[in-house]
């Protein structure tokens, strides 16, 4: 049996939530303005009992329409979001990881000029013989500053990685810029990460700061205004704890849970649950009992820690 890709077009669905309450405030407004605002009973005379009996008949169908459309919109939002919100957790680390190539090709060209540089500025004393064959000492370069195949400059340290693509429909503008800052030995401290739509209305927010020991504290903020911060404290003997608060977008906290880990810095560290009933003990994400399952989000993606 051959495969197929199934291909979900957020931006669309999201444009579809929009028109969607658009259509559910419509609804409303003959229902809860007409009768008030387009007529009264000195103008229809007679007919207004009619036209009254009319509304009060229709109150329950556009309700009920109304709230069936609620429920749709909220459907196309929540799908869009969750989408988006995947591909922007992938996007951030990838544009993260594009500018870490960015700078380690810059700090290995500054490395080699620095070495280069080193070198025009010293000399050392060297046995020469002049033409009658005669020897005497002399300094020499260890570098010669005007050869022609020396190092170029390496430039401004590069901090930003900043691209912006066509999403395939001509309509809309895909943004991705990653921030990242280093220490004086090129060691990271902080990285901040924006996925933006830009008219899809769709928009991710990652930032990032690092501690020692393996210690990071990262804030997300999701495309619904709600965020996530997760706190990962390291000691030097690899153990650690984490704690992962959600709040909403007004900022009231939805949940919160706590973690205790050990092999902190290794490619495989272990999480524990503190809570003995939680369903994820594994620290993967998702609950234990089911293949599938959300990783703090409150639109149920998130970014992956």
């Given at each position: 049996?051959?495969?197929?890709?199934?291909?979900?077009?957020?931006?669309?669905?999201?444009?579809?939530?929009k028109?969607?309450?658009?259509?559910?405030?419509?609804?409303?407004?003959?229902?809860?303005?007409?009768?008030?605002?387009?007529?009264?009973?000195?103008?229809?005379?007679?007919?207004?009992?009619?036209?009254?009996?009319?509304?009060f008949?229709?109150?329950?169908?556009?309700?009920?329409?109304?709230?069936?459309?609620?429920?749709?919109?909220?459907?196309?939002r929540?799908?869009?979001?969750?989408?988006?919100?995947?591909?922007a957790g992938?996007?951030?680390?990838?544009?993260?990881?594009?500018?870490?190539?960015?700078?380690?090709?810059?700090?290995?060209?500054?490395?080699?000029?620095?070495?280069?540089k080193?070198l025009?500025?010293h000399?050392?004393?060297v046995?020469?013989?002049?033409?009658?064959?005669?020897?005497?000492?002399?300094?020499?370069?260890?570098?010669?500053p005007?050869?022609?195949?020396?190092?170029?400059?390496?430039?401004?340290?590069?901090?930003?990685?900043?691209?912006?693509?066509d999403?395939?429909?001509?309509?809309?503008?895909?943004?991705?810029?990653?921030?990242?800052?280093?220490?004086?030995?090129?060691?990271?401290?902080?990285?901040?990460?924006?996925?933006?739509?830009?008219?899809?209305?769709?928009?991710?927010?990652?930032?990032?700061?690092?501690?020692?020991?393996?210690?990071?504290?990262?804030?997300?903020?999701?495309?619904?205004?709600?965020?996530?911060?997760?706190?990962?404290?390291?000691?030097?003997?690899?153990?650690?704890?984490?704690?992962?608060?959600?709040?909403?977008?007004?900022?009231?906290?939805?949940?919160?849970?706590?973690?205790?880990?050990?092999?902190?810095?290794?490619?495989?560290?272990?999480w524990?649950?503190?809570?003995?009933?939680?369903?994820?003990?594994?620290?993967?994400?998702?609950?234990?009992?089911?293949?599938?399952?959300?990783?703090?989000?409150n639109?149920?993606?998130?970014?992956?820690?």
């Amino acid at each position: 049996m051959a495969g197929f890709d199934v291909v979900f077009d957020y931006e669309l669905l999201n444009t579809l939530a929009k028109d969607t309450d658009r259509l559910q405030d419509q609804l409303g407004d003959p229902r809860l303005l007409g009768r008030g605002k387009f007529y009264d009973g000195a103008t229809l005379g007679g007919g207004f009992k009619s036209v009254n009996h009319f509304f009060f008949q229709w109150i329950g169908p556009f309700e009920n329409a109304r709230d069936l459309l609620k429920s749709l919109s909220e459907t196309y939002r929540f799908v869009a979001q969750r989408m988006f919100e995947q591909d922007a957790g992938y996007a951030a680390s990838a544009t993260t990881q594009a500018q870490g190539f960015m700078h380690s090709a810059w700090k290995m060209n500054k490395d080699s000029y620095d070495a280069w540089k080193w070198l025009t500025e010293h000399s050392i004393t060297v046995h020469a013989w002049d033409d009658k064959g005669h020897e005497y000492l002399k300094q020499q370069q260890l570098a010669d500053p005007n050869a022609p195949d020396a190092p170029r400059p390496p430039g401004y340290e590069p901090t930003l990685y900043d691209y912006t693509h066509d999403d395939g429909d001509g309509t809309n503008n895909v943004h991705n810029s990653s921030q990242v800052t280093y220490d004086s030995d090129g060691k990271v401290t902080s990285t901040d990460s924006t996925i933006d739509d830009g008219d899809g209305g769709l928009k991710y927010h990652e930032h990032t700061d690092y501690g020692a020991n393996n210690s990071y504290t990262t804030t997300i903020t999701h495309t619904d205004g709600s965020k996530t911060v997760i706190e990962v404290h390291g000691n030097s003997d690899g153990t650690g704890t984490r704690n992962v608060t959600n709040t909403d977008k007004d900022g009231k906290t939805t949940d919160t849970s706590s973690w205790s880990g050990s092999g902190l810095g290794s490619d495989d560290p272990k999480w524990t649950n503190n809570d003995p009933n939680a369903t994820d003990t594994d620290g993967d994400g998702k609950d234990d009992k089911d293949d599938g399952g959300t990783k703090n989000s409150n639109t149920g993606v998130g970014s992956t820690y």
